[in-house]
């Protein structure tokens, strides 16, 4: 991945910025928007008061909280920027396990932005309840749309004989994942440009993909899923990937599915897909209601709820 010497200077003290902070015990649990807006706006909560509110909940901060040579490394890190004479952190840092990850400041309305939150827990959940029963090696893995880079990390922390590739069309993304995996220790993670597949040659053992599956108005990248109702993506993802497993390898696909009349059109369009000998396949409910907030915008006035849902796909022919 391709990047400028100031670039790579300021992904270094992002590098260091997330080493002391792990360093430190720093630890955070991203939580929905719906749930950041609500704790924010609390009485006592419109300023930080240490790093959790600066990192975790994206508080605006007194420059005199933090001591001037933190300042300057976090400047150099180009991760501040100016808010009514106050400074704001640009991004978030939020934990699962050990692990640290780097990702965008709520609230996450740039093009650009790297989501990472409560979808990513439970994504982490289903690709960790895979690596516990997988009974063959892993050798070639990759994690679609990587955002963060957590599928990409979990894999590479369970199989240190893989090698991990993670894709994303965000240039953001892959410059945070790099910096995820730095943090956490693994060299057997790549990250490359990609749209889906498209851009890879190889075929794999595991594919893991925790695709935008919302009808957003306005298309930004992390959270637009395509079609009528946000499923369009999560479709792609089964053709191109059912094409690129080995024998044996598995697809782990974690999304959401609007539910119109009782009706789940990702169901319908798995079933389609993967009928026949070639495939043993498990499609799950993990949560009935996920983002109830999401009914109120434009397209959702016949959606009853909208499902967080885990597809495995194993290719046995």
Known sequence: MRSTPEQRQADQALLQLGRRLHADGYRFTCVTPATHALV??????????NLRDVFGWSRPFSPDLIPPEQLQQWWAAQVLEE???????????????????????????????????????RFAQVIDDHLQHCPR???HAV????????????????????????VDINPKALRFT????ALAGLDNVSVEASDLLAGLTASFDLIVANPPYMLDTQQRQYRHGGG????????????QACQRLNIGGTLLLYTGVA?????????????????????????????????????????YAQVERIAAVALTVTRIG
């Not at 840092?93 to 996450?108: F, I, Q, R």
């Not at 009706?263 to 009928?275: C, F, K, M, P, V």
């Not at 209601?289 to 999401?294: G, L, S, T």
């Open 40 to 49: 924010n706006a609390r009485t006592g909560n419109a300023r930080a008061r």
């Open 83 to 121: 808010q009514g004479g106050l400074l704001r952190s640009k991004v978030r840092w939020s934990s699962l396990d050990e692990l640290l990850v780097v990702h965008s400041a709520y609230p996450t309305e740039a093009s650009d932005a790297v989501f990472f939150g409560p979808d990513s827990y």
């Open 137 to 139: 090696p892993l050798q």
């Open 143 to 166: 994690d679609i749309g990587s955002g963060s880079g957590i599928g990409a990390l979990l894999i590479a922390r369970a199989a240190p004989q893989a090698q991990v590739s993670a």
């Open 178 to 181: 790099e910096i995820n995996a």
């Open 228 to 239: 009528t109702l946000g499923a369009a993506l999560s479709v792609r993802i089964i053709d």
């Open 259 to 299: 539910i119109v009349e009782g009706r789940d059109a990702l169901l319908e369009a798995a079933r389609a897909r993967l009928a026949g000998s070639a495939w043993c396949w498990r499609y799950r409910e993990l949560d009935p209601d996920v983002f109830a907030e999401q009914l109120l915008e434009p397209g």
